[in-house]
């Protein structure tokens, strides 16, 4: 039976040693591919804009992207009256969101920003992209669906709740629009 020394049992079990370069490399090899996705980010509001913004930091805050008041005599304003409302206009203003044109209404009740409805033409398959984009920026949907029977159709939204606001994505295949809604929680 060969002699073994000390050495030489130390010399099996250590291993090699490797210049600084490569630790270096192996570290920022591991960092790089072996990271986890980002997580999922929450809705603290709309664009730039938080929950609570007042309507005049807003409009300010919102300029660049054609945001202008509701005049409620020169345009239809779906909201309750006595609400502020500002739009983006697709027409004035192009807000691009996934390569699709949006008509955007932000509610403003007497506690500052509280609600972001964005509203597309399905085409070319923007509400795909749309969904696609949301899943990506604030993780997995949950699903609610509603059958109306007086229609036979069936109404499906998808809805991302965060700890500070709630996401719903919505299609109305008879008139071809989906929306998008941002509200505060």
């Known amino acids: 039976m060969p002699l073994v020394t000390l050495m030489d049992l130390i010399r099996r079990t250590t291993p090699p040693r490797f210049p600084p370069l490569v630790l270096w ?9 072996g990271q986890a996705p ?3 980010v929450d809705i603290t509001g709309w664009e730039d804009v938080r929950w609570g913004t007042a309507k ?14 509701c005049n409620r005599a020169k345009m239809s304003c779906t909201e309750a009256a006595g609400v502020d409302t500002l739009i983006i206009d697709r027409y004035i203003a192009r807000y691009i969101f996934t390569g699709v044109e949006f008509r955007v209404s932000l509610v403003f009740p007497k506690n500052g920003l509280s609600k972001a409805t964005m509203t597309a033409e399905d085409k070319r398959g923007a509400f795909e992209k749309a969904l696609s984009a949301l899943t990506t920026r604030y993780g997995k949907p949950g699903l609610q669906s ?3 029977g007086d229609t036979e159709q069936t109404y499906t939204t998808w809805v991302w709740v965060k700890a500070h606001g709630k996401l719903l994505l919505e299609a109305d295949e008879s008139t071809g629009v989906f929306m998008i809604t941002y509200e505060g929680l």
Not at 56 to 69: D, F, M, N, V, Y
Request: proline share 14%; no cysteine; glycine share 4%.
């Open 25 to 33: 490399l192996t570290a920022v090899t591991a960092i790089a591919f």
């Open 38 to 40: 980002r997580p999922p």
């Open 56 to 69: 005049p930091i807003a409009l300010k805050t919102l300029r660049p992207l054609g945001a202008h008041e």
């Open 146 to 148: 509603e059958y109306d």
